[in-house]
C-alpha cells in the first residue's frame, strides 16, 4: 500500500501560526482554540476535557480504538514578585535553566488582558556598570527580572500599570525557517502537535480513514506533569504519545528522521508497540532513530501513571536544544507525520 501524500507546506503553516500563539502551561486556551479552528473541515468530532483538554476523535471500527496525544502547552514564566525598581522577579513554568532566556523578549498579560512587552536580564547585565561581575553571576531566580518596556522604576508605578503576581509571562517564541530548518522556542511539542494535524489532514485529503476509531488528545499541562492524566477513553487500547526526540551528544536521535523512544526517565514503552512502529518505519521507508531520553517524561506515562491500562509508545521529531532555543527541520517532521498514517493504516 502507498501512503498518501504529507501536505508540508499546510504543515508548516499550521505549525508556524501554532508556535506564534502562545500557550505556557496553564494559559492554554488560545491555541486551544487554534488547533480546534484547524481541524474544522476534517471529519472529526470535538469535545474537551474539564481541565482543558481538546479531545479529536474519528469515527470507526470499535473493535481496537487507538488514540494519539501531543501537547501544546510550553514553558513560560509567571510574576512571582513586583521589585521596588518597578522590575519583575519571575516564577519559572516548566522545567528550563535561566541560561536558556537570558535577553529573551516577552509579554506579560494582565488580569484586564493588557499587554507589556519587556525582556528578561540578569540584574547585573551591563559590562560598563558592572564590570566583570557579570561573568560570575550565579544562575538562580533571584538574579534574573523581567525589564519592563513601561516607564516604572518603582512598585507602585508597575502595579498601576494593573501587573500583579501571578500574571503571565509569555516568552518571545522566534519563529525562523531557513533551508528546511525550522527554528523557535516551544518546537517542544508544537511540532508534535502538527505531526498529528499532518497525519489526519493527509488522511483526508486522500479520501482515506484510520482503520479503528481514533481519538486524539492535545493536552495541556503536559509540562508540569499531568497534561495525559486525562482525556483518553477508557476502551482505547493502544496510546502513541507524540513528542519530541532528544538530540543531542551522546543521542542517537538527529532532526532528520521520525524518534522511537525505547526508554525514559519513566522506564521502557511497550515493547510490542515499539517493535510495529519500527517495523512499520522500515516498511515504508521511513528514517527512523530508536534512542533512550535520560531526562525525559511524557504524556504517555502521564496517563499509565493515573491508572490507564494501555500499551504506550512515544515517537515525535527530533529537536535540538530542548527546553531552550529549539530547532527540527522539516524532514522530522515529515518522517513522524508519515510513520503515523502509516500507524493509523495498519491492521
Ligand atoms: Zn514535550
Not at 527546553?323 to 507525520?337: N, P, Q, V
Request: proline fraction near 4%; include cysteine; charge should be negative.
Amino acid at each position: 500500500m502507498m501512503l498518501p501524500d504529507i501536505p508540508m507546506d499546510m504543515i508548516l503553516e499550521f505549525l508556524t501560526g501554532l508556535l506564534n500563539t502562545p500557550s505556557p502551561t496553564g494559559d492554554t486556551e488560545q491555541a486551544m482554540a487554534y488547533v480546534e479552528q484547524a481541524v474544522r473541515d476534517l471529519p472529526l468530532s470535538v469535545s474537551r476535557t474539564i481541565k482543558g483538554g481538546l479531545v479529536l476523535t474519528w469515527a470507526g471500527d470499535t473493535t481496537r480504538p487507538r488514540a494519539l496525544t501531543a501537547h501544546v502547552d510550553t514553558l513560560g514564566a509567571m510574576v512571582r514578585k513586583i521589585k521596588s525598581s518597578g522590575r519583575l522577579e519571575l516564577t519559572p513554568l516548566g522545567s528550563y535553566d535561566w541560561h536558556s532566556i537570558e535577553g529573551e523578549g516577552c509579554t506579560v498579560v494582565t488580569a484586564s488582558g493588557q499587554r507589556y512587552r519587556g525582556s528578561i536580564l540578569p540584574i547585573k547585565a551591563s559590562v560598563h556598570v558592572h564590570g566583570a561581575e557579570v561573568r560570575t553571576l550565579e544562575r538562580k531566580q533571584e538574579n534574573y527580572e523581567v525589564r519592563l518596556d513601561a516607564v516604572t522604576g518603582s512598585q507602585e508605578l508597575t502595579e498601576q500599570l494593573g501587573i500583579s503576581v501571578g500574571d503571565f509571562i509569555y516568552l518571545d517564541p522566534r519563529v525562523e525557517m531557513t533551508n528546511g530548518f525550522i527554528r523557535s522556542r516551544h518546537l517542544d511539542d508544537k511540532a508534535g502537535v502538527a505531526c498529528i494535524y499532518g497525519a489526519l489532514l493527509a488522511l483526508h485529503q486522500a479520501g482515506m480513514a484510520p482503520l479503528y476509531r481514533m481519538d486524539a488528545l492535545i493536552s495541556n499541562y503536559e509540562e508540569v506533569g499531568h497534561g495525559g492524566s486525562v482525556g483518553i477513553p477508557g476502551d482505547v487500547q493502544e496510546l502513541v504519545t507524540v513528542d519530541m526526540a532528544a538530540v543531542g551528544e551522546g543521542q542517537n536521535s538527529d532532526e532528520f528522521s521520525v524518534g522511537i523512544c525505547a526508554k525514559d526517565s519513566g522506564g521502557p514503552y511497550d515493547l510490542g508497540l515499539r517493535r510495529k512502529l519500527e517495523r512499520l518505519a522500515g516498511d515504508y521507508i521511513i528514517p527512523y532513530k530508536v534512542d533512550t531520553y535520560p531526562s525525559y517524561g511524557s504524556d504517555g506515562e502521564a496517563a499509565l501513571r493515573a491508572g490507564a491500562d494501555l500499551q504506550v509508545a512515544l515517537i515525535g521529531p527530533g529537536v535540538d536544544a530542548s527546553h531552550a532555543y529549539e530547532r527540527t527541520h522539516r524532514d522530522s517532521i515529515e518522517a513522524t507525520t508519515r510513520l503515523l498514517v502509516a500507524y493509523l493504516l495498519a491492521e
